[in-house]
């Protein structure tokens, strides 16, 4: 996401970095070029106008222009402004006095909205919480059925009434439910229309009244650009919205609409959509977004997604087995297989600092080759994974047919390995001799 709007934040920056001294005409041209960029990522022009604006007060300022790294300076008051612009601190669901915590999940058809209620059950139930989900979209035919498609992915109770055509009925009928089966939360999936209109309002409100929802959510596609906007701005005048969910970021969104939602309408950004398997869903976190705008990454997620992939149990095997000079293909196997629950790897390398540059892009990450790996590993036997020096020409020749690659690659893969089991064993060697342990993962 945002990937033409970093490219031109840092080119303008870079020149500006480049500049022993700054002047305040200086700082103003470089401003008209960042005006131009956050237009062209499709930002709303008041929301653009009003960075524009926080920015040049504070950057033509003597305490700027006259420091050491005026250039550094200038990214920093941006950066600044960019995180107050999306909420300054990441916003919360809100709490209710009695469970379950009602969250009405509307938005137009498209968006994203049943997809997001099942990420929503998803990362509640992370939180040790206890997610009720309800299908009264009864609008679009295959509404229902893709909510208990999702539900079951999940592994997450829905509610369903395929008989009953009156959506506030059953949102009544799902909320009775919720409080039998004690759910801590209930996720209503509401229809969508492709525009708003009066007649998906007046539905909308009704349905609102059954479930006195602590939390109206709405569903927006990232890609819409300024629409999104408007969209955000008749839901939050009929539904009082208590945040926005933004999907498809993952794409090639402009990401407009992030800068935007949040400064028009006062509604906080609460969870962003990052991808179509139900775990690529993430709480909005402006800091964050801001640093990834700018190309400085966001290390903070990227922890987080490790922390939630990688076994803790299995970790301290792993730090066993690396001690005792054990580590063998089976273990990196393991390792290969948390890596990919992480997310795609090309969205793993833009949240490295720097990584997410025009010039480092350009050396592109192969995303199948963790794939192919793994299907080399695979096609060994559990004596080969173990001891991977047994592995001679004939087996390397039946590797490469079971997993439908070429010798050379099963080659490279043995020798990376062995060059990767000797780089670890001279670093556990290290901490041995100077009397170090490796920390317990977890436990800082």
Do not use: Y
Not at 19 to 44: F, I, M, Q, W, Y
Not at 283 to 303: N, T
Not at 322 to 335: G, H, I, P, V, W
Not at 395 to 423: C, H, P, Y
């Amino acid at each position: 996401m945002f990937e033409q709007l970093s490219d031109r934040l840092e080119g303008i920056f870079s020149r500006l970095k480049n500049r022993g001294k700054l002047t305040p005409e200086n700082v103003r041209e470089s401003l008209r070029d960042v005006r131009r960029a956050l237009l062209e990522a499709d930002v709303h022009f008041k929301v653009a106008r009003r960075i524009i604006q926080q920015v040049e007060e504070k950057a033509v300022g003597q305490e700027v222009l006259k420091s050491l790294s005026p250039g550094t300076q200038v990214v920093k008051v941006v950066h600044d402004t960019l995180v107050e612009i999306l909420g300054g601190q990441a916003a919360r669901l809100p709490e209710s006095g009695r469970p379950p915590r009602r969250i009405l999940m509307v938005g137009l058809q498209g968006s994203g909205k049943t997809t997001s209620a099942a990420k929503l059950g998803a990362w509640l139930r992370k939180q040790k919480r206890i997610p009720f989900l309800a299908a009264c979209d009864l609008q679009r035919p295959a509404a229902i059925d893709q909510l208990e498609v999702l539900g079951r992915e999940v592994s997450l109770p829905v509610f369903v009434d395929r008989v009953s055509k009156d959506p506030v009925r059953v949102a009544g009928d799902a909320l009775a439910a919720a409080r039998a089966r004690g759910a801590s939360d209930l996720i209503v999936d509401t229809a969508g229309r492709l525009q708003v209109d009066d007649a998906l309002m007046d539905e909308l409100v009704l349905v609102r009244d059954a479930v006195g929802p602590d939390a109206t959510l709405l569903v927006v596609d990232g890609m819409t650009g300024q629409e999104a906007v408007a969209v955000a701005e008749s839901f939050h005048g009929r539904l009082s919205l208590q945040g926005v969910v933004l999907t498809k970021m993952d794409g090639d969104a402009r990401g407009g609409a992030a800068l935007s939602i949040r400064e028009v309408t006062g509604v906080p950004i609460l969870f962003v959509g990052t991808g179509e398997k139900t775990g690529a869903f993430e709480p909005f976190h402006p800091e964050r977004m801001a640093s990834r705008i700018l190309g400085m990454g966001d290390v903070l997620s990227l922890v987080e997604r490790a922390q939630q992939a990688v076994d803790q149990d299995e970790a301290l095997k792993l730090q066993e087995r690396l001690l005792k000079d054990e580590f063998n293909l089976e273990d990196f196997l393991s390792q290969i297989r948390q890596i990919r629950k992480m997310g795609p790897i090309e969205e793993l390398v833009k949240m490295i600092p720097g990584a997410g540059s025009a010039m480092l892009r350009g050396a592109r990450v192969d995303p199948g080759e963790l794939v192919r790996v793994e299907a080399m590993i695979r096609s060994m036997t559990g004596e080969e994974r173990r001891r991977p020096e047994t592995i001679n020409g004939s087996r390397r020749r039946r590797i490469a047919r079971g997993s439908g690659t070429t010798v050379q690659q099963v080659n490279r893969l043995l020798r990376d390995f062995e060059q990767m089991r000797k780089v670890m064993g001279q670093l556990t060697k290290g901490r041995r001799r100077g009397g170090l342990r490796l920390p317990r993962p977890g436990r800082g």
